[in-house]
């Protein structure tokens, strides 16, 4: 898992005002099923592509003040249902809505372990249309509080933005994680293709 989820995370100007962050693993979630992974609404959403496994990890910046999950699911769709899907959620705005947020993973006797559903601030969600892969973050407040206005991380990082998951820099946290997860995925599986070809 540490090819996947490395134990540290750099983001080069990923924070509010283009500060660098950087992020440290605090669990990995045991490679599972989709069950319990999603809220009900987002799971059914999902469902068109299917589920073959889900792996997560957990995350906190370098102060211990922000805690955020990433989650990759890997489907049992083929291109033509990942587009699909990637399409609804496009045109429907899917990935902003505040009853479609993921689930965080919150790890027994790390700084996540008050990170259940009340707790999450802001979240990202993408449908990646060339592989069977939907990549995800969410993230919160270490500390446990509950947040009563949740903002995805596509809102939250615009400018002028003022919601506490703007100013914290939760936003910045779940795209810039959701961002390095990505690349790092993308060059596992460029190395695969190559050494497969």
Request: aromatic share 6%; hydrophobic share 35%.
């Amino acid at each position: 898992m540490d090819d996947l989820f490395p134990r540290t995370l750099r983001g080069k100007g990923e924070g509010p005002g283009g500060a660098d962050r950087l992020w440290t693993r605090i669990a990995v979630a045991p490679d599972s099923s989709c069950g319990g992974g999603f809220d009900p609404l987002l799971a059914k959403a999902l469902a068109p592509v299917g589920c073959k496994r889900l792996v997560r990890a957990t995350y906190t910046d370098a102060t211990s003040t922000s805690v955020t999950t990433v989650g990759l699911l890997i489907t049992t769709s083929g291109p033509t249902g990942m587009r699909a899907l990637h399409q609804r959620f496009l045109t429907e705005k899917l990935d902003e809505r505040t009853d479609l947020m993921p689930r965080a993973y919150a790890a027994k006797g790390t700084a996540a372990a008050g990170f259940g559903d009340d707790q999450r601030a802001s979240w990202r969600i993408r449908i990646l249309t060339d592989v069977p892969v939907v990549l995800y973050t969410v993230s919160g407040f270490a500390d446990g509080r509950k947040v009563t206005d949740p903002q995805s991380a596509g809102e939250a990082t615009q400018r002028g933005a003022t919601s506490a998951p703007a100013q914290s820099g939760l936003g910045n946290d779940a795209r810039g994680i959701a961002d390095a997860t990505e690349a790092i995925f993308r060059r596992a599986l460029s190395t695969v293709t190559e050494t497969t070809s």
